[in-house]
Structures are given as C-alpha cells and as structure tokens.
C-alpha cells in the first residue's frame, strides 16, 4: 500500500489520526484508481501495537493516565471554486470530493457518498433505506426523485393494532416488519442517468471500505453501543455490530457481508439487489421472524421521478420535495404565511419572531396531519393548501403576544371539491446542484440486518399512521390521508432543498431530524434571506421547534434564555431538549463555494 497524500491546505490529516480510507491499491478486479485517502498499512499496525503497549504500560504501572480518545480530524467549514460536498460523515465526504477532482459531476459524487455513508455511517447512511434527491442542473433542469420505502404488498391499515385496537408501535418501529420495501438502490441507478463515470467507479471506495474496513468515530462507538441490546434482540444472525467488548473510537469496523452485497450491486446492478442473491436475503431475513416483504415487491420497487415543489420567497426560488414529502409543501406553506410580515424589522430570535414563526408552524403541521399522505394513493388539496389566500386566511387568528393553542387552532377548512436520517449537499464546476436525504428512519432502522447481506432494514412503516391519534417516532399525528395501504409511500418530513436567484443556485441545504427537519429549513431560509446571517450561523445557532403536537415549543440548549421566559409568559410550554438536526449546507457567492457541515455530529465539509 501506499500513501495518496492528497490533503489541501488546512485540512492535514496525520496517520495517527486515520482519518483515512484504508483503500486497497489492488482495487476490485476492474483496477479503478481512486485518489482517496490512503494509510500505510503498516502504520496501521504500528499504531495498533503502540496502543497496545501503551495500555499494557498503564496497567503495570496501576496508574490513572487517560489514553487520548481517538479524534478525526473534521473540516466543519471548506472553501473552494470548483466544488463542494459535505456530509455526515469525513470519510464520505472525502468519498465524494475525490470523485469529483476526478472529473465526475455532483451526481456522481452523489452516489459514491451515499454508497460510502451506507458503509461508514451505518446508523443512517442505508441501502436498506429509502431517500429523496432534489437537483438542479446546469441546463437549469429540476429533477426530484423519489426513492422513499413503499409498505409491503401484504401491509393492511390493522397490523399494528392488537385485538383490542391498541397500537403496538414495537411493531412498527423495531424488527421484521416495521420495514418497508428498500428505495436506495433503486434511487441511485435512476440517479446515475445523470452522472458521468462508471457505476463500478462509485461504489468502489464502499467496497472497499467494507471489505477492508474503516475506522470508527467516537460518536459511532457510542451508538453501536447503546443499540448492543437491540441487535441482539432483532437479529437471529449475529450482525458484525456486536462484539463482547465494547466499541471504541478508534476501532476498525469491518463488513464483509456488506461488502460481498455491494459487489453484486457493483457486477449486476439493480439485480445485484433487488433479484438474486441479495433478494433472497432479504426474503430469508424476513422469513426469521415475522416480516412480509417479498420477492414481488423488491421486483416491483421503482424510483418515482416527481414534479418538484417551487416557492417564490423575497425574489428567491425554493426547490423542495412534493408528496410523500411533506418538506417542500410545509416550507411553501410556512414562507406563504410568514411573507405577508415584516420579518427583518423583528429581531432575530426575539419572542416577538420565535412565536411568529411557532404560529405557523403550529397551523403548517396540523394541515400535515390531517390532509397530507402519498398523493399516488389520496387526494391531496395541494393547490388550496399552497395558496395565497389560504394561507393568509390561516393567520386571521394570530395574536402577538399571546400563546395559540391546538386545542383551537386545528387543520385549515378546505371544501371538499375541490423524526437517524442523513444530508449530503453537493455542487460541482459545471453548476451542477444535488441536495439529499436519505434515512433508515430511527438510528440504525429496524435494527435488523439482513443475514448474509450485512446491510439494515428500515422502520419507515412507522411514519405511516399506525392509529389516528397515535404518535409516531417523532410525535406526528396522522390520520386517513396517512393510513397504510399496500404500495403506498409513507409520509415524509425529508426536506432536501436547493434555493436559486435568478436562476442559479445560491444553497444546496438540508438535514435529518424526523418532523423538525421542514422547520430547521424553514428558520435556515428566515435566518439566511431576512437575516442575513452566515451559513456557520444558520446551522450551527440554536435552533427551536413546534408542531402542532405536542402543543410545545422544543429548544435547543443556549437558545436565549430571555426569549423562552418571554414565550412563556405569553402562555407558551417551552420545553429544552437534545441537538435538533445535523444541517448540511453548501453557499455559492460571486464563484465562490462554500460547504459548512453542522457542529452536532460528525459533519465534514470539503471543497476544491
Ligand atoms: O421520513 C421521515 O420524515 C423520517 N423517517 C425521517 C427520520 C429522521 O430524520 C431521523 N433523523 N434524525
């Protein structure tokens, strides 16, 4: 092996801290070069066995010195004028980045970020998942491409209901059957119509960070972990996750079954998943305990090429996800409503702004919860839910400075006629924007990987409606509109979104977060284009949240504490709770591109 000492200016990265791909210079057998990070194999081993007698020295010594926690070393900020991907995770980040100073386009570096997040971050980044892509090319085409999960052919509206009519949202969250067919695979060839190079060139760096395997992050470690007692509990095959000893940063995770199914993705392609070896897997898989996808439906599965959601917000065009993604609808109901309002000469995270904005959130989602599902399967008022006069209508209502309360303020009357997800935002030389989320849904799905095939299963069906008034993962409410059918889409709150002026991108954003992620958009675009903050600021300020129900404003941790005490006065339940999203964002301006990965996690952000 040998060193590709590709590092720019600013982002070096010694070999002790790893934070490398461990590529294999024989690439699998088409003898593809990649220019990705490389270590020295032997200074792998060199700095296991350092280890090692530096924790035998401790012990002898019976003393209380603490070993220095591995670190990646991770660029929260990059600049350049040729292209920019920032992700979740550092490894898939430089993945992406190296395909594009390899000449591919932003879709290429698209799917070989994914392939490689499905690989280094296994909590979200999937193929067992599903995802949304919005693009914006430099033809000035919009694509948006639905590969969301569909509810298996054999899914009824009771499953998850006992004899008594109780929800067992057990079954709907963790296991065989809280998944929904697969999407990824299928977005990522439909995806590949757009990109230049090679299938086999993209999912190669995944190969072989499978099969050779990666080092973890601290926050990995910490995550497979806390689930140790669920893979054990929703798996009959032993899954690589567990170990008797526990993580550590540090530690080198390696999936040889993952590998073996991403190399007959590589050789057969669609087939390598959806028929075959792979399928039959998952069937198997589905077979141990009581799952129901079968064969038909991995047959079956389709990528869906939808019409796009553009708003016109202060002189921008917003490009969002359509149904099943509530995202671009919720964002062009919540800019809709707060248009008509003089934003800019509010504060910036004032009380008089914070309830502003929680007032519309309050009526956008209770709208979701009761009008909004896969459209492919109910009619949705998209039309009256999206227009003007709704909206404003929407807001007669509204008193500053008093609390509303959705005991009151419930859906919209419209006539009868008529919450581990992950972003990538990626940009490339020619103009080329491609904004996605992709999920498993909870932190490592279903927490079933499929035997064999070394990959996790989703718990997407949980975004169906179990039960009218029964919660999802994330809180949501749903009812008819939302209820689960065979082949239906789920409802989504992924909200990938690309922002243009006059006609050219200025912001490739999105983030995970189940139902905070339409309003984490939301304030991103309020914060950006009324208050001109800074991208670093966007995504890294605190952030609140309110939807509907639970009838509770959610804050981060350093909101201002003065603004909570004023909305509580108003009579608002304001509530602190944990990190809110993992933004991924990338600013053009005058030629000049830059990617800001969000402090929440692991996010790193590259740029050449
Ligand atoms: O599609 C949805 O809305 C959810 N399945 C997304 C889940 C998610 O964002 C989890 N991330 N923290």
Redesign the pocket.
């Known amino acids: 092996m040998k060193i590709e000492n590709k590092e720019s200016k600013g982002e070096k990265m010694t070999t002790h801290q790893m934070a490398c791909l461990v590529l294999n210079d024989k690439p699998f057998k088409k003898g593809i070069n990649l220019h990705l990070q490389i270590i020295k194999m032997d200074d792998r081993f060199l700095k296991q066995i350092v280890l090692l007698l530096i924790f035998i020295f401790v012990h002898l010594q019976n003393m209380n010195a603490q070993i220095t926690p591995f670190q990646y070393q991770i660029n929260k900020k990059a600049e350049g004028v040729n292209g920019a991907v920032v992700s979740a995770h550092p490894i898939a980040s430089k993945v992406g980045i190296e395909i594009l100073k390899s000449g591919g386009n932003a879709f290429d570096a698209a799917i070989a970020t994914q392939l490689a997040l499905a690989v280094v971050y296994p909590g ?1 980044g999937n193929l067992g998942g599903g995802g949304f892509l919005i693009a914006y090319t430099n033809d000035k085409k919009i694509l948006a491409l639905d590969y969301r999960e569909k509810a298996p052919s054999g899914a009824n509206r009771n499953m998850y209901l006992d004899s008594a009519g109780n929800a067992l949202t057990n079954l709907s969250q963790n296991g065989h059957l809280a998944s929904g067919v697969p999407g990824t695979v299928s977005g990522l060839f439909e995806t590949h119509q757009y990109a230049t190079l090679p299938f086999e060139k993209l999912i190669q760096p995944a190969i072989v960070l499978a099969e050779k395997g990666f080092v973890i992050t601290e926050a990995e470690a910490r995550n497979l972990n806390n689930a140790k007692k669920e893979f054990i509990k929703y798996n009959s095959v032993t899954p690589v996750f567990v170990r008797d000893i526990e993580w550590k940063a540090g530690d080198t995770l390696i999936q040889k079954d993952l590998a073996a199914t991403l190399k007959r993705i590589c050789k057969k392609g669609l087939n390598g998943f959806y028929r075959g070896k792979t399928a039959r897997l998952i069937i198997q898989e589905m077979k141990r305990a009581n799952g129901i996808i079968t064969d038909k439906d991995l047959r079956s599965y389709r990528t869906i090429k939808r019409d796009a959601i553009v708003s016109d917000y202060r002189g921008y065009k917003i490009i969002g996800m359509p149904l099943p993604s509530s995202g671009g609808l919720l964002i062009q109901q919540m800019l809709g409503m707060i248009s008509d309002y003089n934003v800019s000469a509010l504060n910036y995270q004032s009380p008089e702004m914070i309830q502003l904005m929680t007032e519309i959130e309050r009526r956008a989602y209770a709208d979701r919860a009761q009008f909004l599902g896969d459209a492919d399967f109910i009619k949705v008022p998209v039309k009256k839910l999206t227009s003007p006069q709704y909206l404003k209508e929407r807001m007669n209502d509204f008193t500053p400075g008093k609390a509303g309360s959705s005991k009151t303020t419930t859906h919209g009357v419209i006539d009868p006629e008529s ?3 992950t972003h990538l935002s990626i940009y490339d030389k020619w103009g080329n924007a491609v904004s996605v989320t992709t ?1 498993l ?2 932190n490592y799905g279903s927490k079933t990987v499929v035997g064999g095939a070394g990959f996790l299963m989703n718990n ?1 069906m949980d ?1 169906f409606s179990i039960k009218p008034g029964v919660p999802n993962l ?1 809180g949501a409410l749903g009812t008819e509109a939302n209820a689960i059918q065979p082949g239906k889409r789920m409802l ?3 909200t990938p979104t690309i922002v243009l002026e006059n006609e050219v991108p200025v912001l490739v954003i999105g983030t ?4 905070t ?1 339409p309003t984490q958009i939301f304030q991103s675009l309020i914060n950006l284009i009324d208050f001109k903050l800074s991208l670093e600021e966007v995504i890294n300020n605190p952030k609140f949240h309110h939807q509907w129900y639970p009838d509770v404003i959610f804050y981060e941790k350093d909101f201002p504490f003065t603004t909570i005490e004023s909305l509580i006065k108003m009579g608002y339940e304001c509530k602190q709770r944990g990190p809110i999203g993992r933004t991924e964002g990338i600013l053009i301006k005058k030629g000049v591109i830059q990617a800001v990965g969000d402090k929440r996690g692991d996010d790193h952000a590259e740029a050449f």
Not at 512 to 515: E, L
């Open positions: 979200a919450e581990e997800t999920t849904n909870g997407e975004d994330y989504s709150s992924m995970p977060g189940g139902t992620i």
